[in-house]
Structures are given as C-alpha cells and as structure tokens.
C-alpha cells in the first residue's frame, strides 16, 4: 500500500469520507487521493515523494505557482506582529484600494474568509438593497454551500449527483430558479413574468464547476440589460475567474459591468480569503452603514491580508496575464493534437488561465447538457493514466483546470508526454 491509502484509511475513522471538503476524496476518479506533503512552483508532491505537475492549484489561488519567496516573505513578516487583532489594519485599506483599482466594477470591497461567505452575503445584499426574496442562479454553476445556492448546483454538488441538499429547507429553495446556463431567451422570459420580484442574478461569468464552459457571445451582455430594465442586482461570482481570467476578471475580459462581484482563491494568495464589493450606492446598505448585517472574527485577518496583497501586486506587473493564458492556450492545442493523432474524440476550452477538457465528440461545449453528454468514464481513466505518467488533474470531469505563471517548457513537455501515452492506450 502507498502511504497516501493508508493515510487515507486512517483519516477515514476520524473525518467524514477523510477530506474536510468532498471533492478531495477521488469519488468520481476511484481510487484513494493523494495525500500532499509539499507543494513548489508547479509542482505538487505527495507523501510517497512523487512529484505531479500541478493543473488544480489548490483549486485556482496558485496563480503564481506553490511556495513563491515574496508571498511567503510577506506571511513571514506578519507573523512577528501577531497573527490575528479583531480590529481594523492599514493593510486592509491597501487592499481594499488595489482591488477597487484593478476591478472594473467596484467602488467598495469587504473581506470574507471564504468564496461561499463572499456569494452568500452579496445575494443577502441584494435582496435587502431591493427589498425582493427571489434570486436567480444558472445550472451547473455553484456559488458555494450556503442554502439558498445549493440548488441544482455544480462541482462537488454535481460531482457526487446530489443536485440539491437534503437539509436545505424546501421554503428557502423555493425562492431560488434556476435557469439553463448560455440561454438568454430564458433570462428575458423569466423576468418579463417575474422581474419585480427578482432581487439578483447570479452568474459565473466563465462556468467553471461544470467543468469549463466559457459564456456566448450575447450571454452576459444580454443579462446587464435585462437587469437594467427589471432593477435587478447582477452579481458576477468572480471566486474563480477573477484575477486568473484577467487581471480584472471575467469583467475585463469580457467588458461587461456587474453590479457586484465575488471573489476568492487568488485574493487570498492561498489562505482563507474571499470578498465581495461593488457599487458603492448598494455596497452603503452593508452593517455598520447600513441596515443589512454582515461580520466575520477573522474577517481581514492580517496573515492572510498579507499574502492576498502580495500576490495581487506580483500578478498586476504587465504581460503576466498574456504569459499565462499562451502557456495554457499551448497547453490544450497540444493535448488536442494528440488525442487528434490517437483519434479520440476530444475538445477544449479556455479562457485566460483556466480550462476544460471533454471527452467529446460535439463541436462545442456550450450547455449543461453539452458537458453531462461527455464522457465521464472516459475522463477518470484519462485522469488516472495521466496521474502514472506525473501529471495531476482535479479529479472530476466537472471541474475546471487552473495553469500558474511557473507552467513552464519542461512541465508543458511533462504533460504533452504523458498526454500521448494515455491518448494510446484510452484507444
Ligand atoms: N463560487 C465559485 C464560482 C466557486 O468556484 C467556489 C468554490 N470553488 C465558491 C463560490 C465557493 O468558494 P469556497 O469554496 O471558498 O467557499
């Protein structure tokens, strides 16, 4: 046995499924996951001393590679000061004005200690700020484990065919829809019928729990003017794309405003950060200005603070955007190359830094149903086959893959290599 199974089957006893978040315990792939012991620049080790070249970065914050000497100097140096004050810090403000000045869209910005604080306390913004209970999400995205988003949800949510919570009250679901994703037509229907009672919509702006489905074009901009028209908040979920996608997100990239955003994963640097901003007109009705409460004890801690701002001034230098979506764009033409040349069916997507790869024989992956017509057992011998040859993928078909800047030739050749003999034998 590895020392990964047996930690695995030691950690079983003591921990639901042995991973403190689901998606970790290899469920879907088979097989015990690996158990990391050290992580540098793009590569994962684990505790039988294999090194994989790392496509999950901690699940998107590793835009910068494992272990980089700034964002570690600057933990470091925190340290000496102490760990946590429950009171206000200067490097907040820092980070509140650098995030305010890379994203196009926010005035005002508060920190969380996770993506799913982040998306639960902007929806619960929006509906105070209009004063509406209902709340609109697409299928196939997850926005985190709260109640009112754990419906028809993706990643783990759909990972493990658990499309809604048992323990999600039927009352709180109720006041959740949930429309296809890509589908404007749906959007306008639903908001012609219903908008005055419609208090958000909430979208990833680049899907990437149901693996990685970029938007139409048509999609977000067509979603800014109809809740333009309806008073609606639109909320870009950002915790994956923002940052990586672009500098300034999906927003950016796609030059459409929200009128809030959520964030986590890079703006954390690796530690537990998320955070959401926006609007200062809506942004004002947040505890202590406003009357829609908000809070958190490690909220801003100064660790974390420390490593978030380190990591987003080292990303903002220019050119580091374009480096890392032509590293992950060659990265897929020669995945797509070799699975051409082994003639397996086979398609990508990209956008910026983060992809998908779908055993497919479709043109396109546009729609949930494009994704759920993927092959799955295909992906998890794919996964595995790669995993032999030193190559670690999330281990999902539903989750999307995250390059770092420190991707480089010898892990692009790692990867390629590894890719041309899994193709063969998946014949
Ligand atoms: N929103 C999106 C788009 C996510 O991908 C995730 C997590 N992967 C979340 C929210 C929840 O973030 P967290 O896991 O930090 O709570």
Same mark, same amino acid.
């Given at each position: 046995m590895s020392r990964?199974?047996?930690?695995?089957?030691?950690?079983?006893?003591?921990?639901?499924?042995?991973?403190? &978040?689901?998606?970790?315990?290899?469920?879907?792939?088979?097989?015990?996951? /690996?158990?990391?012991?050290?992580?540098?620049?793009?590569?994962?080790?684990?505790?039988?001393?294999?090194?994989?070249?790392?496509?999950?970065?901690?699940?998107?914050?590793?835009?910068?590679?494992?272990?980089?000497?700034?964002?570690?100097?600057?933990? $470091?140096?925190?340290?000496?000061?102490? /760990?946590?004050?429950?009171?206000? @810090?200067?490097?907040?403000?820092?980070?509140?004005?650098?995030?305010?000045?890379?994203?196009?869209?926010?005035?005002?910005?508060?920190?969380? &200690?996770?993506?799913?604080?982040?998306?639960?306390?902007?929806? $619960? *913004?929006?509906?105070g700020y209009t004063g509406r209970d209902t709340i609109i999400k697409f299928e196939g995205c997850y926005h985190g484990h709260s109640d009112s988003l754990l419906v028809k949800a993706g990643s783990g949510a759909l990972t493990f065919g658990v499309p809604s919570s048992p323990g999600v009250p039927a009352a709180f679901a109720q006041h959740t829809l949930t429309l296809p994703y890509n589908d404007i037509e749906a959007v306008r229907e639903t908001l012609a019928k219903a908008g005055k009672d419609i208090a958000c919509i909430i979208v990833e702006p680049v899907a990437g729990n149901m693996n990685c489905v970029p938007p139409v074009p048509g999609f977000l901009e067509g979603l800014r003017e109809l809740c333009t028209e309806h008073g609606v908040v639109l909320i870009f979920d950002e915790v994956m794309t923002g940052f990586r996608v672009a500098l300034g997100g999906a927003q950016a990239h796609y030059g459409v405003t929200p009128d809030l955003s959520t964030f986590g994963k890079i703006v954390g640097g690796g530690m537990p950060v998320g955070a959401f901003g926006g609007k200062r007109e809506i942004m004002e009705c947040i505890?202590? *200005?406003?009357?829609?409460?908000?809070?958190?004890?490690?909220?801003?801690?100064? *660790?974390?603070?420390?490593?978030? /701002?380190?990591?987003?001034? *080292?990303?903002?230098?220019?050119?580091?955007?374009?480096?890392?979506?032509?590293?992950?764009?060659? /990265?897929?033409?020669?995945?797509?190359?070799?699975?051409?040349?082994? @003639?397996i069916p086979f398609v990508t997507t990209q956008a910026g830094g983060m992809f998908g790869l779908y055993f497919s024989g479709a043109d396109a992956i546009q729609t949930f149903g494009d994704v759920m017509a993927c092959d799955v057992e295909r992906f998890n011998r794919f996964f595995h086959l790669m995993l032999d040859g030193g190559v670690y993928l999330a281990p999902s078909a539903y989750e999307a893959g995250f390059t770092s800047i420190v991707h480089g030739e010898a892990e692009l050749k790692i990867t390629l290599d590894a890719a041309e003999k899994a193709f063969a034998q998946l014949k």
């Open positions: 990964s199974e047996i930690l695995f089957s030691n950690a079983q006893k003591h921990i639901p499924g042995g991973v403190n &978040s689901p998606v970790r315990a290899f469920k879907s792939v088979g097989g015990a996951p /690996l158990f990391i012991k050290h992580a540098k620049g793009a590569y994962v080790i684990d505790e039988d001393d294999k090194r994989y070249v790392d496509y999950v970065g901690s699940w998107g914050p590793m835009i910068l590679g494992h272990g980089h000497p700034d964002v570690l100097d600057a933990v $470091r140096r925190q340290l000496d000061h102490g /760990l946590s004050f429950g009171a206000p @810090t200067a490097m907040e403000t820092e980070m509140a004005e650098l995030v305010c000045s890379i994203v196009p869209s926010m005035d005002m910005v508060r920190m969380v &200690s996770s993506g799913t604080e982040a998306t639960m306390s902007a929806i $619960r *913004l929006a509906r505890s202590p *200005l406003g009357p829609v409460y908000q809070a958190g004890t490690l909220s801003g801690n100064p *660790l974390a603070m420390a490593a978030g /701002l380190t990591t987003l001034k *080292l990303i903002s230098r220019p050119g580091f955007h374009a480096e890392l979506t032509d590293y992950t764009s060659r /990265l897929l033409q020669g995945l797509q190359d070799r699975a051409d040349a082994a @003639t």
